[in-house]
């Protein structure tokens, strides 16, 4: 299990290409050399309308990445794999971040398996 959650202010909309980031960041979860089962892997994006960020006085953008996998990896493994996903980050608002306000942040939770409940057909499909 690999869920990637991103909230982005509305402002960045525009230029942000929410969906090539949520691509490039399912595409580094499963280079990650089969640490996350490629049919748990999910990343969505929410956008936010309303927000306030520093002194409230420019047009001021961030993106927060929250990460949260399945327990069991090891801490070097969910090292390399926050460093992974915080590069596509930065790679892909590079362009933004030379020209504008921006905040790029993640974090990363580890689930106890004991606590989440889940029903997936969609692995069967990558066991094959």
Not at 16 to 22: E, K, N, S, T
Not at 37 to 59: F, T
Not at 111 to 120: C, I, P
Request: one cysteine or more; glycine letters at 10%.
């Amino acid at each position: 299990m690999a869920h990637l959650i991103y909230e982005y202010t509305a402002n960045l909309a525009s230029e942000a290409d929410i969906a090539g980031l949520l691509l490039k960041s399912n595409r580094a979860l499963i280079a990650q050399s089969g640490l996350f089962p490629v049919g748990g892997i999910r990343s969505r994006a929410i956008r936010l309308d309303d927000w306030c960020m520093a002194d409230g006085e420019a047009d001021y953008g961030f993106v927060h990445a929250t990460l949260k996998i399945g327990a069991g990896r090891n801490k070097g493994e969910r090292q390399a794999t926050g460093d992974a996903v915080f590069a596509v980050i930065m790679e892909h608002f590079a362009g933004l971040y030379s020209r504008r306000y921006l905040a790029l942040s993640m974090e990363l939770y580890e689930f106890d398996e004991a606590g989440t409940w889940k029903h997936n057909n969609v692995h069967a499909k990558f066991r094959r």
